[in-house]
């Protein structure tokens, strides 16, 4: 009933909401090998259907991950990701965007395991020239342990918006003019990765790992980058304006998106940096503007 009503208000806000900004284009999905390439453990990494679906695994002695072959200044990147069902405490499966230098800009989805029965966390959080500490988390309106759903990234000059099948979850602004540093000219590479993290992730560190239950599998699909490729050392996208994804469409939230996100966020969010007075007494400047109060 509870995910029959969700389908209904959010079609509902749909319909309400014609004519307005258009969505993120629908990610087009490429095998693995267009776009990605091992990082780590590679042979933790099985592939399927040509290289169109893989798995990961984690167990005690290792997990993996894979990487983007190329480096993006701005773009949407998109991924269909199943998470480790059942059992899931301690582990951690990210999906992420970052620079390499010490002052690193860095765009993070973290998917936070826990008992089976027990919801798993969506953490977000975004770096900017070295500096995080902006978390925000949030429960999911579905199962993500029983199929695939569309977790993206869209990121120009003017904002990042994290999307979870194409609704708003977190929208973070160009502040500049406010003192707070945005990714701008730090070209980054994609990353997803499945590791253990019982020191922090669930309950923070009270859960641990049962690794009678290993391994861990989480599974992925669609693989689709829509980016300004540039070297490592760019400092600007060539195309700046061309794109689609930074047409004034684009430059902020539609009337519909907004209206998503503050549902997610009276009936999903569990903790905002921005509303966490014992960790800073005094609102960060980018809150008001991204309207994360």
Same mark, same amino acid.
């Given at each position: 009933?509870?995910?029959?009503? @969700?389908?209904?208000?959010?079609?509902?806000? /749909?319909?309400?909401?014609? #004519?307005?900004? &258009?969505?993120?284009? !629908?990610? *087009?999905?490429?095998?693995?090998?267009?776009?990605?390439?091992?990082?780590?453990?590679?042979?933790?990494?099985?592939?399927?259907?040509?290289?169109?679906?893989?798995?990961?695994?984690?167990?005690?002695? @290792?997990?993996?991950?894979?990487?983007?072959? /190329?480096?993006?200044?701005? #773009?949407?990147? &998109?991924?269909?990701? !199943?998470? *480790?069902?059942?059992?899931?405490?301690?582990?951690?499966?990210?999906?992420?965007?970052?620079?390499?230098?010490?002052?690193?800009?860095?765009?993070?989805?973290?998917?936070?395991?826990?008992?089976?029965?027990?919801?798993?966390?969506?953490?977000?959080?975004?770096?900017?020239?070295?500096?995080?500490?902006?978390?925000?988390?949030?429960?999911?309106?579905?199962?993500?342990?029983?199929?695939?759903?569309?977790?993206?990234?869209?990121?120009?000059?003017?904002?990042?918006?994290?999307?979870?099948?194409?609704?708003?979850?977190?929208?973070?602004?160009?502040?500049?003019?406010?003192?707070?540093?945005?990714?701008?000219?730090?070209?980054?590479?994609?990353?997803?990765?499945?590791?253990?993290?019982?020191?922090?992730?669930?309950?923070?560190?009270?859960?641990?790992?049962?690794?009678?239950?290993?391994?861990?599998?989480?599974?992925?699909?669609?693989?689709?980058?829509?980016?300004?490729?540039?070297?490592?050392?760019?400092?600007?996208?060539?195309?700046?304006?061309?794109?689609?994804?930074?047409?004034?469409?684009?430059?902020?939230?539609?009337?519909?998106?907004?209206?998503?996100?503050?549902?997610?966020?009276?009936?999903?969010?569990?903790?905002?940096?921005?509303?966490?007075?014992?960790?800073?007494?005094?609102?960060?400047?980018?809150?008001?503007?991204?309207?994360?109060?």
């Amino acid at each position: 009933m509870a995910r029959l009503f @969700t389908a209904l208000f959010l079609c509902l806000l /749909g319909v309400a909401s014609r #004519g307005t900004a &258009s969505p993120p284009r !629908k990610p *087009v999905d490429v095998p693995f090998q267009k776009n990605y390439v091992p990082t780590w453990a590679g042979d933790h990494i099985k592939y399927f259907n040509g290289g169109n679906e893989v798995q990961l695994s984690l167990d005690k002695y @290792t997990g993996t991950g894979f990487q983007s072959k /190329g480096s993006y200044l701005f #773009g949407h990147f &998109s991924m269909q990701i !199943k998470l *480790v069902p059942e059992d899931s405490a301690g582990t951690v499966t990210a999906f992420y965007l970052s620079s390499q230098n010490s002052e690193h800009d860095e765009i993070d989805f973290e998917f936070l395991g826990n008992r089976t029965g027990q919801p798993y966390i969506l953490q977000t959080n975004v770096f900017t020239g070295g500096k995080g500490d902006r978390e925000q988390r949030i429960y999911l309106w579905f199962d993500p342990t029983k199929g695939y759903h569309y977790y993206s990234i869209l990121w120009n000059s003017y904002q990042i918006a994290f999307l979870v099948d194409d609704v708003p979850i977190r929208v973070f602004k160009n502040s500049k003019d406010l003192g707070v540093r945005f990714p701008f000219n730090q070209p980054m590479k994609i990353y997803s990765s499945l590791w253990n993290a019982d020191d922090w992730a669930t309950r923070g560190g009270l859960e641990k790992t049962d690794w009678s239950k290993a391994p861990f599998v989480a599974s992925y699909r669609g693989f689709h980058v829509d980016g300004c490729e540039a070297s490592a050392a760019a400092t600007f996208c060539a195309t700046q304006g061309k794109r689609w994804w930074d047409q004034r469409d684009f430059q902020d939230l539609d009337g519909l998106q907004y209206r998503r996100l503050a549902w997610v966020r009276q009936k999903y969010t569990i903790y905002n940096y921005c509303t966490d007075r014992s960790r800073y007494p005094t609102m960060p400047p980018e809150c008001q503007r991204d309207r994360d109060v």
